[in-house]
């Protein structure tokens, strides 16, 4: 195992799929020159030069539109967002292009393409650099949606990603970058795209939890262990397609479950969690499912407020407590 | 013209009440045709036969796809191209057939042109499963990638970059290929196009990028809607621009060919405008209120299908009744097509689900 850095394993795993397969290339805003504006390309441009690792102009739709097309064109784009709040604007290329051409032509086209780059906010950033757009992505018949919480993950599911033959939101964490975790040093490493994971095994409540969350439900799950609550932690890495079997397995052992999630609640990831948990293991439950979300409420700048608004291990806490009736 | 009040705040596009009294409104400028005959062109009598035969079946086609959609015989959006099929036979003509072509919703008669069968065409009108997207397509979404015609698009000027992309991967795998995109003259407005423009002369993309002007963005006219003309958006890119005769079939031909030398020359992206007129309203469901019979009358006298036969006939390459035998085996084989249609098997339910994934185990959130 080898520590990382979450963008050194987001790094390896496109430099290992580059090296492997000539058909991969990256292109982005700041990919090359600039070693990335997040340093997740970093030293790519001198390894494969400007044939692989290309700058593009910021003109999101433009280049979203050339890689779909080069996609459908035989070859298997990786195309970074600086961030996905400004993917809105080449998300006709998403939605209505990368996810629908293969179905419209009665499966003549298919679609090996990329979308990956921070999701949902860092630290004060304002209301148009904050949002979380998995939900809003997976919403879409057609495409895969991964928010991956560790390095590990992110290195196994973003080569698993580039080699699938589908359209795939790969989404990061502005403010995880930086993080460090252990990484598999076996030799290509892969995490299918769809497995879940039980990262913390515990018996009276499930949380599940992904991306930047899992991390917030791993710090209220040790306060919750000195209350003498033991948390179980389901990570289920890609959001579509989802490992229920994984949650539902965990509720029946727990009866109970806090969804958390980065995004608004309404139409959310987690309302969809709690309506297939109702539906699937209804009878297992002994107390209604909770989430913890961020408010129906844009990001504010100001400190207070936008610790305010992004969900806490308090509010983690404070669920897990009403489940148990605790409260 | 009545002088406006200048204290008046006016939104109204230039060109509203423009027109000379009495003279008849224009969509748009057709250019001179070529006049260069065939043989200068490197056509010989073979191809001129064969180039009549193609446009006529994209006219007959779309006639007969008409009749069955006011019949109720299928339902959706039906654009038709009547008027315009001597750019997509030019075209076709002028490329590889290995270059790659994609398109907008306007798109049967380049399937047509690009190996679709008439079968499989008006199934696909139908929704039946021998159509040539199974069904899954429709009016707006034919294609067909063995023969690189890669479909068209329904979202105005969506498609344009993807058009780019198709150029981007010919010159990545340096194959020698390379891409044209064609939409109408509503998608020039789109920031799609101007995104793409930038990157591809940035990129030294492989790609010819053709505005079909049929003078109407749905019932906005062009001038209406876009404040110069629209081969002059080329220089704003540093591309090459030229602006083409649509109604004549040696016009696209010879243009097509010339600019097809030199963007696979020098991998560079070109744009060519090519003028035409569209005889049916935008879709079916279009009352055309935005244009005169008169004005339509006047481009039916340039028909490009018409003058090709005109052409056939003083160049002594075909006599009236061989004209004849290719309109009525064209006749025969759609309306063929449309027995074949309307007595093909719908899809399977279970289709639903095929060909969202590339996997064979498909998940869906049910």
């Known amino acids: 195992m080898a520590e990382l850095q979450f963008r050194e394993a987001i790094k390896e795993a496109i430099d290992e799929e580059m090296a492997r397969e000539e058909k991969v290339f990256i292109m982005g805003e700041e990919v090359a020159e600039y070693n990335g504006a997040y340093k997740a390309t970093e030293g790519l441009l001198d390894k494969y030069g400007y044939k692989r690792v290309i700058d593009t102009p910021i003109s999101e739709l433009g280049f979203a539109g050339i890689g779909v097309g080069a996609a459908m064109n035989g070859l298997r784009p990786i195309v970074e967002f600086m961030t996905f709040n400004f993917a809105v604007l080449a998300a006709d290329q998403i939605i209505n292009h990368a996810s629908k051409a293969g179905y419209m032509t009665g499966g003549q086209i298919s679609m090996p393409i990329v979308f990956r780059g921070p999701n949902a906010s860092a630290g004060q950033l304002g209301a148009t650099h904050s949002v979380a757009y998995d939900s809003m992505y997976a919403h879409f018949p057609g495409l895969k949606v991964i928010y991956t919480s560790e390095p590990d993950d992110a290195k196994g599911l973003l080569k698993s990603a580039i080699r699938d033959d589908n359209p795939v939101l790969f989404m990061e964490s502005e403010q995880m970058y930086g993080m460090k975790g252990e990484v598999s040093d076996e030799e290509d490493y892969i995490i299918p795209i769809g497995k879940g994971k039980i990262k913390r095994e515990g018996s009276d409540v499930t949380v599940v939890a992904h991306g930047k969350m899992y991390h917030v439900a791993k710090q209220a799950a040790a306060q919750l262990e000195k209350d003498g609550v033991e948390v179980e932690i389901i990570d289920p890495r890609t959001v579509k397609p989802l490992d229920l079997p994984l949650i539902i397995e965990s509720i029946k052992k727990t009866n109970r479950c806090v969804v958390v999630d980065e995004a608004h609640p309404f139409a959310g990831f987690a309302a969809e969690i709690g309506f297939l948990i109702q539906r699937e293991a209804f009878d297992y439950l002994d107390a209604p499912v909770q989430r913890v979300t961020l408010p129906d409420v844009n990001a504010p700048f100001s400190k207070p407020l936008f610790d305010a608004w992004l969900p806490s291990a308090k509010n983690v806490i404070d669920a897990v407590n009403q489940v148990t009736y605790r409260n | ?366």
Request: hydrophobic letters at 35%; proline letters at 3%.
């Open chain 2, 1 to 366: 013209m009545a002088k406006k009040k200048t204290d008046e705040v006016n939104f109204a596009p230039r060109g509203i009440g423009d027109e000379k009294d009495g003279a008849v409104q224009k969509g748009v400028d057709l250019p001179s045709p070529t006049k260069k005959k065939h043989k200068s062109l490197g056509l010989s009598e073979d191809d001129l036969k064969a180039m009549y035969e193609q446009m006529y079946l994209q006219r007959r086609f779309e006639e007969r796809a008409m009749q069955q959609y006011q019949k109720g015989k299928f339902g959706g959006f039906l654009h038709l191209y009547i008027g315009q099929e001597a750019i997509s036979t030019g075209t076709v003509y002028a490329l590889n057939d290995d270059d790659d072509i994609i398109t907008a919703y306007r798109d049967h008669g380049w399937g047509l042109c690009r190996g679709i069968t008439p079968k499989e065409g008006m199934a696909e009108l139908f929704g039946k499963a021998p159509g040539c997207s199974k069904g899954k397509g429709g009016s707006m979404h034919f294609a067909k990638t063995e023969n690189h015609f890669w479909g068209g698009y329904g979202i105005v000027g969506g498609h344009i970059p993807i058009g780019g992309g198709l150029a981007f991967a010919n010159k990545y795998n340096q194959n020698g290929r390379i891409s044209a995109t064609f939409f109408g003259d509503g998608a020039v407005d789109q920031g799609a196009l101007h995104e793409t423009f930038n990157i591809a002369n940035l990129w030294k993309l492989p790609a010819i990028f053709a505005v079909e002007n049929n003078g109407y963005s749905m019932g906005t006219a062009a001038r209406r809607h876009t404040v110069t003309e629209i081969v002059d958006r080329a220089k704003a890119y540093g591309m090459k621009g030229k602006v083409v005769n649509g109604m004549d079939v040696f016009s696209v031909y010879e243009a097509m060919k010339e600019v097809a030398e030199d963007v696979r020359k020098n991998s560079e992206p070109y744009f060519l405008e090519i003028r035409t007129y569209r005889y049916r309203g935008h879709s079916m469901s279009d009352p055309q209120k935005y244009r005169t019979k008169e004005e339509l009358e006047e481009y039916q006298k340039v028909d490009p299908i018409e003058r090709l036969k005109t052409y056939l006939k003083d160049e002594k390459i075909l006599k009236d009744s061989e004209i004849q035998e290719i309109e009525d085996k064209v006749e025969d084989e759609v309306l063929e097509a449309v027995d074949f249609a309307d007595n093909a098997d719908f899809p399977e339910e279970s289709a639903l689900y095929d060909d969202m994934f590339a996997e064979d185990d498909p998940y869906f959130h049910k």
